[in-house]
């Protein structure tokens, strides 16, 4: 059989084919028994959000040569094992970078502007009760954002334009011009949007949990485009039920697809399936990078976003 780039979780765009056509066949297997013929065979392996790329799994894959991830989170891939077979795995983390950072904006005015709330009121025939909702503005607001990478930033120049301040909260960021750059602690009582933009890594899973939401502003929203894990989801609707937060926006769970909770059925949360960062610009820019750096690889040479980067070190000698 043709060696074959196998993608594990769905369709990739077309140019994918075309791209990774010198070097093999492109092949669909979405479930585990389809995967199994296929992985002896494959050298490239195209893993989306949701594909689990354990050691088991690159056991069964001997002339595997590159995984791509149509994305930046390596949460489901084994980088330890990928790494100790000299797998690089192929990132794509400016794609869709811009397209997160409206979605964030997109979930953050959702709330403040009460749009589901209104949604239902003009369904239900209740017009005359439109005042009883205030709605609020970006405009005049302060948008707290925790983490200050690609997103971060992105949505920081974004909300800047609706005219709101801007609050940073990044350990490893060093103070720039025009940041104002504070602790978690400050960020959580001034900000009127709290949004996050942290990697999940052990210290940063439950970020977000009862103790910092008990600093949070009175009637503040959260959005979380980032990671699920970053949020305790009990605490967030605590903080709802309790008026501390007046509203929720998620994109991200943990696990995906999440578990039902009962923040999930409030009326103040907004819901997404992790969909924000493939709009269809953002996902044909991101099957295009993810395909051009796996032909690099493929081809012989690097690729230029790895989330292995030690898989390209030089051996001592």
Known sequence: MTA???????PVDELVAEQLSPFGELVTAESAAEQRV?????????ARATSQVDRALLDAAPNLRVIGRTG????????????????????????GTRAV??????????LLKKLGRHTTLVREGKW???NRLTAYDLDGATVGLVGYGRIGRRVAELARCFGADVLVSDPYLDPA?????????RLLKSADVLSLHA????????????????????????VNCARGGLLDLDAAHAALLDGRLAGVGLDVYDPEPPADHPLLHHPDVVLTPHIMGISARAWQRTCVDMA???????????????ANPEVYQEVPS
């Open 4 to 10: 074959s780039v196998i993608m594990a979780m769905g």
């Open 128 to 130: 005359a009760q439109r």
């Open 72 to 95: 930046i989170g390596v949460d489901r891939v084994d980088l330890e094992a990928a790494s100790t077979r000299a797998v690089p795995v192929v990132v794509t983390p400016t794609a």
């Open 38 to 46: 296929l992985l002896p065979d494959t050298i490239g392996l195209i």
């Open 292 to 306: 051009t750096g796996m032909a690099a690889v493929l081809g012989g040479g690097r690729a230029e976003h790895v």
């Open 177 to 185: 011009d025009g940041i104002t750059v504070t602790g978690l602690p």
């Open 101 to 110: 950072a409206e979605g964030t904006l997109a979930l953050a005015l959702h």
């Open 199 to 222: 990697p999940l890594t052990p210290e940063t899973r439950h970020l977000i949990g009862d103790a910092e939401l008990r600093q949070v502003k009175p009637g503040a929203v959260l």
